[in-house]
């Protein structure tokens, strides 16, 4: 079974920044993350490898910086990475970004699975999955919450929706996005880490992956972001109180006379 | 461990190298030079688990990837509930193999990157949650050679704390370390009253930040605040001379040596 898993380097949700002028988030300098979603979608990717057997593959496109999300799949146990990193790829939509990563997901080839995110959280489109998907002609479900069974070239899967959940069954190769709910994703032991930091990412240009240039970047992007702007900030926090019940009651009552509530 | 018989101790905090790290050899071998600075001490080190729930590697990993030498009863190894069990099982089964035997039970600040044990996981039954009491019961349960130490939190309602406490010994927890204290501290006191024989060790914070503290305390403290850790680690030492003393976020480069003269007797 290989499984490609897409992932993507975000701004760390707590330091994100709007550039008042472009009206684009301003990634230089602020903590960046693996998006939150694409690290159940590398959980997802080593369970079935584990079961399977086979291979799980990271891929991100993005500056050499992005690196580091790939690395922290790496940690967590993917046996290769590839990163699509070049100038023509920037400023690329979510229209462009599907076709660079199905280029790049053609090249890596005989792929049974991809797996992404549900969506990322700065751009929060949810539309690369599919994206990927439809460029590929590859059967697709989006917001999977398990992946039940796969075998004889299909695979069985629980969509959520609004009132519950699908059962679907998708004949392999497919693609599914992935929520929460489908796994807890593992946190890194050092051994792998270490490992992860001396390994060798792929780097991949357009021409590697035989990307058409007038399909990637920015003039290849129909759409415009014509304003973003940060929500209205909060003043509300919220501290959650555990425990036993009694312990928890007593605890809520000194916190709401600590800040003169009661 | 600390006991009330024997030559107080000194906790020496050490935390791990985070996860993201983007230096991690040379944070991995600061690391190595800290602990094994400590085992020669004689002092204990401390490790912490994910503190303030940011994601970092854990002590035992980090003990066992480079190798060192933990010297029997010179490692404190904190565990708090934010594991699975899986996890839970494999820190405990490589302290057993490292001969690390004293664990620090505490409920831990979590994070959404870090799983929460589910009662189910440590066998505790009518409870919605798993806190420090289920795990120390949990610990001493399935690894009864390990000594469970508890935290003891003086700013907490008292009533409440003592409660607290007390299904925390109930629990087989064998020794306590505060929240960091800056002087006389009623609840400090009481807690020696009331529990003559049980080890204390009384955290002391080596930051000259003292306005760090505030979510702590539950006041704000002004960050200009002059504070000098070193005069009060001496006044604590003096206040309780039967304790040991935990020490948070100590300065290996500017105060390691000060706290070895202090405890050979060559400087109070």
């Known amino acids: 079974m290989k499984t490609v898993v897409c992932i993507k380097q975000v701004p760390s949700t707590t330091d994100a920044k709007i550039d008042p002028e472009t009206k684009r988030i301003i990634r230089e300098g602020t903590k960046a993350v693996m998006n939150p979603f694409d690290l159940y979608a590398v959980e997802e990717a080593l369970r079935i490898r584990e079961r399977l057997g086979g291979e799980a593959i990271a891929v991100s496109m993005g500056p050499e910086s992005a690196k580091n999300s790939l690395i922290e799949a790496l940690s967590m146990g993917a046996d290769r990475a590839v990163l699509l990193c070049g100038r023509q790829f920037a400023g690329s939509d979510t229209w462009a970004t599907s076709y660079a990563l199905s280029k790049a997901i053609e090249k890596i080839g005989d792929v049974d699975l991809v797996i992404c995110g549900k969506q990322a959280v700065d751009g929060d489109t949810a539309q690369v999955g599919p994206g990927i998907a439809a460029k590929l002609g590859m059967m697709q479900a989006a917001n999977v919450s398990s992946v039940d069974e796969i075998n004889d070239g299909e695979m069985t899967v629980k969509r959520m929706n609004e009132t519950g959940f699908d059962v679907l069954k998708l004949k392999l190769p497919a693609l599914i996005t992935v929520i929460k709910d489908i796994n807890e994703p593992r946190i890194p032991t050092l051994k792998n880490a270490r490992k992860a930091r001396s390994a060798a990412i792929s780097v991949w240009s357009p021409d590697d992956i035989g990307a058409d240039p007038d399909k990637i970047g920015l003039n290849a992007s129909p759409t415009r972001v014509v304003k973003t702007e940060p929500p209205a900030s909060r003043n509300a926090a919220t501290l959650k109180i555990e425990g036993e019940p009694s312990d928890a009651a007593k605890k809520l009552v000194y916190e709401l006379t600590a800040r003169k509530l009661i | ?268």
Not at chain 2, 124 to 152: C, D, M, R
């Open chain 2, 1 to 268: 461990m600390v006991k009330n018989d024997c030559r107080p101790d000194y906790h020496i905090e050490i935390i791990p190298p985070k996860q993201d790290s983007q230096k991690l050899e040379e944070d991995l071998s600061l690391f190595a030079s800290k602990f094994e600075r400590v085992m020669k001490s004689g002092f204990i080190a401390s490790i912490t688990d994910n503190a303030m729930g940011l994601l970092a590697f854990q002590g035992h990993e980090c003990i066992e990837e480079l190798g060192l030498h933990a010297r029997p009863d010179q490692v404190l190894i904190h565990l708090n509930t934010f594991h699975t069990k899986q996890a839970l099982h494999e820190i405990l089964d490589s302290c057993e193999r490292l001969g690390i035997r004293s664990i620090l039970a505490i409920s831990g600040d979590g994070s959404p990157r870090l799983p929460k044990l589910r009662p189910k996981d440590v066998e505790a039954e009518n409870t919605a949650s798993v806190t420090s009491v289920e795990l120390t019961q949990y610990i001493l349960k399935h690894y009864p050679s390990f000594t469970v130490g508890v935290a003891f939190n003086p700013y907490e309602p008292e009533e409440h704390e003592f409660e607290k406490l007390e299904r925390k010994l109930d629990a087989g927890a064998s020794f306590v370390i505060t929240q960091p204290i800056t002087g006389k501290n009623g609840a400090v006191d009481r807690l020696l009253s009331r529990y003559p024989c049980l080890p204390v060790v009384v955290e002391a914070w080596m930051s000259k930040k003292l306005y760090l503290l505030s979510d702590v305390v539950g006041y704000p403290i002004p960050e200009d605040a002059v504070f000098d850790p070193i005069e009060t680690l001496r006044n604590l030492r003096a206040l309780y001379p039967d304790c040991g003393q935990y020490l948070s976020l100590l300065g290996f480069k500017t105060q390691y040596e000060t706290i070895e003269s202090m405890a050979r007797g060559d400087i109070l």
